[in-house]
């Protein structure tokens, strides 16, 4: 049996209540597995760059095996870029290749910048006009219940690649659950963690594009966008991506 393991964590209270977004992290393993990770979580949300939160959110849910999905993990590959400017002009350029306006992905990358602090989840933006269209103002759409099929050969890839820690860990396992879902054209993201300032652009036509440098050092904003194709099915694609139990599968050798 396996179990869905989710950690959230606020400063100043609960999320619903107004709480600030400190981190989250999310598994899905074995029950051997579940007092070292859920060890591991705490101390994550007490250790935070943005902060040490005063609520800690942890839940643990059995997975029956009929209702994960498989799905591939996205080829990645790495641009280069040496200021913020010419990350953010990667960025745009990578979107623009994948599918997205000029405009819509002009606005995407606006609406992040815009943020005065970092959301719990995404945003999504219609991939030709760029306008939003989820309606779930600061809350966003949270992806969740995903997790690596095989975590050895998994990490082992990334270490191949030179490509260590939590951020592109879950990040590519995240971007590969979101370019599997039914309407989605592109994603944008660069992380919220002040000292972390490597974003990325990630589609299902050419997978996760790693850009080194999005933000300023110590900058504690950061964010998410969904691009979505105009005819999608938005109820369907927010319940998918929300909802459903998704292992990522890298490839074999």
Known sequence: MLYSVKMRSAQGGPHEKGGRHISGAERILSEEKIEQTIIAMLHRAQEHQRGTADFVSLKVEAVKPADIFYRPLLPLSSCTAGTVEEGRAAALAELIKAGVSAAAAAAGIAQITGLQDSMRGAMLLDAVTGRRVDGLGARGVRVSKMD??????????????????????????????????????????????????????????????????????????????????????????????????????????
Request: with cysteine; aromatic share 10%.
């Open 148 to 253: 690596c099929d095989n975590a050895g050969r998994y990490e082992a890839k990334l270490v191949e690649k030179g490509l260590l820690g939590d951020h592109v860990r879950e990040a590519l396992v995240l971007a590969s659950k979101v370019a599997s879902a039914a309407g989605i054209v592109a994603e944008l993201c660069w992380s919220d963690d002040p000292e972390y300032v490597t974003g990325y652009v990630a589609s299902p036509k050419y997978g996760y594009r790693r850009i080194p440098i999005m933000k300023d050092y110590g900058n504690p904003v950061g964010g998410r966008v969904f691009f979505t194709e105009p005819e999608a099915d938005l109820q369907k694609l927010i319940a998918y991506l929300q909802d459903q139990v998704v292992l990522i599968r890298p490839e074999e050798g």
